[in-house]
């Protein structure tokens, strides 16, 4: 069937998601998979691809926000928040809606055994073992764990988390330091382990533990530079589309686009297209950043701008008003168009804005 698409479209592959999310249970059989979908999964729709994720254990965000809506349709796994404010509310609302808490300050905990709550909530104890960011420090994680241990409010045995700041890197040093001191604090407890995204996943299988938290992989986007999602054995879960609105005739030497900063080399055909930063597309793409129009590859000519950007289609281009251009999917890894533009394709696809239909896709 084909669509007559009249704006920016993110389609989004179901079928892709479970494949991907299969093939990241075969990377670490022995481990639960906590999806990570954070930020509006990815960009890709919190609900759309809560609800395709069928086969996880256990959802993870950033925000109660995000938890109270998977709540509200119905989501009946568990979902663990990692950055929620210190608050009494959030205590309470952990506990109305069974949300496990990521314990990472220790304004959280005077709150956790101040609350009055009817059933003790799931807590997992992040550790700050080098990121540097939230969690509990290593020398104050001894004394937390204790007062978790003893509070009526805490769902027991405590889970133990800690994220790593260098996993992408291939030299195991930094990645070790921070496994070594986890283990030195988690050695014992009988409550699960967590350490490993991504980047851990393919690369440190020491850190799979009970619990992995794969974000970028689900969404079949490889977090590694130089390797392409396709040679993991992933497939894209997002396609940016959109169409020509018109293909124009380009005389040489002619600028096209605000500050006029590129001009054509020889006559040609421009093709103009439905997609500009007001939906995500980077307004700094430089001209050369690749596009694809009915498949075939074509370069960005000229300043995106808010609505409109110009893809030089060459003098002999066939195409016509109404073909499909896509910015990234399976044809074109947004890996490579993130290369283009010296983003991280994780920026790439969770900037893009409401404005860009989230259609999904079952085959
Ligand atoms: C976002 C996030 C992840 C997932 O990271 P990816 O690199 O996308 O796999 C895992 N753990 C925590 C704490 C996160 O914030």
Redesign the pocket.
Known sequence: MTIELSVATALIDHQALQHNALQIRQLTSHSQI?A?I??DG?GHGLLQVAQALSSVDSF?V?RLEEALQLREVGIIKPIVV??SVPSMQAITLSCQYQLTL?LHSLEQLAYLEQAIVNKPIRVWL?IDTGLHRLGITAQQAAAVYQRLSHCRNVQQPIGL?S?FSR??ELTAEPTQRQITQFDDFARGKPGLQ?L??????LQWPQSHRDCV???????GIS?LSGVLASELGLRPVMTLQSQLLAVREHPAGAPVGYGADWHSQQATRLGVVALGYGDGYPRDAPSGTPLLVNGRRVPLVGRVSMDLLTVDLGPDATERSGAAVTAWGAALPVETVAQHLGVSA?ELVTRLTNRVIKQIVIK
């Open positions: 906590m990570m954070k930020a990815y993870g950033a990692f950055n990521v992040k988390l994220h996993s992408d967590s490993a995204s991504s980047c851990a996943i938290r794969p974000g970028l992989l689900l969404y977090p994780y």
